[in-house]
């Protein structure tokens, strides 16, 4: 059997190789001149490779012994990882936005990879600041949620050989 230790090792590497994914994700957004479809998908993959590496094991891994180990770092750092998520659904709330008017501009059927996703709706600026404010609390709770992770697993696992 695999121990503990060797577990709770992948899993945090898994969760840290998200990191590359999400900051190469916002690059992409970042750099763009103009956000197209084609730039919007493109960043969506980087995106979807990072939430996979975080979010599988969190699911399999994490979640399950959360409450057999329940002590004050792991409920802060459970905290910190639900408002990350929260912050996330928070941004997924702009993301349908955006999705439902590129259906009613008829771009799923006929796409156009150059149109700038502004000229869809007089409101895709406001749904792109809701995207926005729910990435940024996303990665913000995220960085702190892996920060209280490390020191977790350091007190839990590494702390016997020093």
């Not at 399950?64 to 802060?76: E, H, K, Y």
């Amino acid at each position: 059997m695999v121990s503990d230790a060797a577990i709770a090792t992948i899993v945090g590497i898994l969760v840290t190789c998200s990191l590359p994914f999400y900051l190469k994700g916002a690059w992409i957004m970042i750099d763009a001149e103009t956000v197209t479809w084609g730039v919007l998908t493109h960043h969506l993959k980087y995106i979807f490779v990072g939430l996979t590496l975080t979010t599988v094991p969190m699911v399999t891994w994490m979640i399950p012994r959360l409450f057999v180990q329940l002590n004050g770092i792991s409920a802060l750092h459970a905290v910190l990882g639900l408002q990350a998520y929260a912050m996330l659904l928070f941004g997924l709330t702009g993301i349908v936005r955006v999705f439902q008017a590129k259906r009613e501009a008829d771009m799923y059927h006929d796409p156009d990879p150059d149109v700038d996703i502004d000229e869809l709706h007089e409101k895709m600026s406001h749904w792109r600041k809701r995207i926005r404010v729910g990435v940024f609390g996303y990665v913000i709770f995220w960085l702190l949620a892996w920060t209280t992770g490390v020191v977790r697993y350091g007190i839990r696992y590494l702390t016997q050989y020093f």
